[in-house]
């Protein structure tokens, strides 16, 4: 019992190298977020998709890129990777029912430094 | 447009003392509420929710919270504190219709709990 799974824990980049998040879910769940959370500022919506082959734009979707080819899994991409997007990144999902009573999964967290 | 304001960013008490967490929010319409807690190097996790039902809510590990309209809050409490308490707390507003896009998280607050 997974729920979701989000790879690597830990990484570190290079200005201008790019990286993609993994996140799978294996509770069937038609929504997928990514958020990035910085100190003090709670949690920032980068990227959302309601199934697959369907994304949107969140708040702060600047330098990244998604793609959800299949239910289970939501990737995120950092083409040119910049000190500002240092943060910890969180993947979420929840069923079609889930969004409107806020209950979202999240996964453990990925936690990106951009030297 | 809606927004959440959480009136602590620190709060420290003595184990086996009452904890109360504050959240004041704005919007133009009913909203849903809620709480996460995210303990250290962790996800979020669900603790309870307000949808327009009773306005005392119970949670999970002897939380709740009261919905009030008139002062607009929905503070988050527990009769006595736990050592596994500790952690960061997060409340949540949810957008009208509960779009896949619209929860805004207050900018937490941490729970120290003092032995």
């Known amino acids: 019992n997974a729920g979701v799974t989000q790879t690597p824990k830990f990484r570190i980049l290079k200005i201008g190298q790019s990286m993609t998040l993994q996140c799978t879910q294996d509770?069937?769940?038609?929504?997928m977020y990514w958020y990035r959370q910085d100190p003090g500022m709670g949690l920032k919506l980068i990227y959302y998709s309601v199934g697959a082959g369907i994304t949107d734009k969140g708040e702060v979707p600047n330098g990244y890129n998604v793609s959800r080819s299949t239910t289970e899994d939501f990737p995120l991409r950092l083409e040119l990777a910049a000190p500002s997007q240092t943060s910890v990144y969180f993947c979420?999902?929840?069923?079609?029912?889930?969004?409107?009573?806020?209950?979202?999964?999240f996964g453990e967290g990925s936690r990106l430094t951009v030297l | 447009a809606q927004s959440v304001t959480q009136l602590d960013s620190h709060v420290s008490v003595s184990e086996g003392t009452p904890v109360l967490l504050r959240c004041n929010y704005s919007?133009?319409?009913?909203?849903?509420l809620f709480w996460y807690v995210q303990h250290p190097n962790k996800g979020l996790q669900l603790l309870l929710k307000?949808?327009?039902?009773?306005?005392l809510v119970k949670g999970i590990n002897g939380f709740e919270a009261e919905f009030k309209k008139s002062e607009t809050s929905f503070h988050l409490t527990k009769p006595s504190a736990h050592m596994s308490d500790a952690a960061e707390y997060f409340c949540v507003v949810s957008g009208p219709g509960g779009g896949a896009d619209g929860l805004t998280f207050g900018k937490g607050t941490h729970l120290i709990i003092q032995p």
């Open positions: 307000y949808t327009s039902a009773a306005t």
């Open positions: 919007s133009s319409y009913s909203p849903s």
């Open positions: 509770m069937n769940h038609n929504y």
């Open positions: 979420a999902s929840s069923s079609s029912g889930g969004i409107n009573t806020g209950e979202l999964f």
